[in-house]
């Protein structure tokens, strides 16, 4: 099993969604996932969407990787109940035994990051998260995460 199917494995076991992401045209090596979520925010029922992206370039010195999540709802009651949006991008280097993690978070409605290793990368899967207040958890917030994966898109 590799790296991203051991992610979406752990994120479906936990009850999170794993969305596949998809290579977008001629050429560029982006992987974007795109979610709708619904939760109840002032007693009312709330349903925004957000999306993430990630894409890498490599050449024989270095890889970087360019990551982001953004909330894309235009109702005012989700950039209301908008607690963070975050970013974390999960990479391995190449013949590396451990883990290494850059991430970006803010207040939202976006935030992005970038990384640039001086070695190749066996994997980088990117898990991109939105914290909404919610009444269902109060006070603790309501998350939602998806992945992508800008490596595998581009192994196809």
């Given at each position: 099993m590799g790296f991203a199917e051991k992610v979406a494995a752990t994120a479906l076991a936990t009850g999170l969604p794993f969305i596949a992401s998809g290579a977008v045209p001629a050429g560029a090596e982006t992987a974007r996932a795109q979610q709708d979520v619904s939760f109840t925010f002032g007693g009312k029922p709330v349903t925004c969407t957000f999306s993430g992206w990630s894409e890498w370039d490599a050449d024989d010195i270095a890889v970087q990787?360019?990551?982001g999540t953004d909330l894309l709802t235009g109702d005012r009651r989700c950039a209301r109940a908008l607690e963070s949006v975050s970013a974390t991008l999960?990479?391995?280097?190449?013949g590396a035994t451990e883990d290494e993690y850059s991430a970006a978070r803010g207040p939202g409605p976006s935030t992005s990051g970038e990384l640039i290793v001086r070695d190749q990368l066996d994997r980088a899967v990117v898990t991109h998260s939105v914290l909404f207040r919610c009444d269902e958890h109060a006070p603790s917030p309501c998350a939602f995460h998806l992945f992508t994966d800008p490596i595998a898109?581009?192994?196809?």
């Open positions: 990787v360019d990551f999960t990479y391995r280097r190449a898109v581009n192994s196809k």
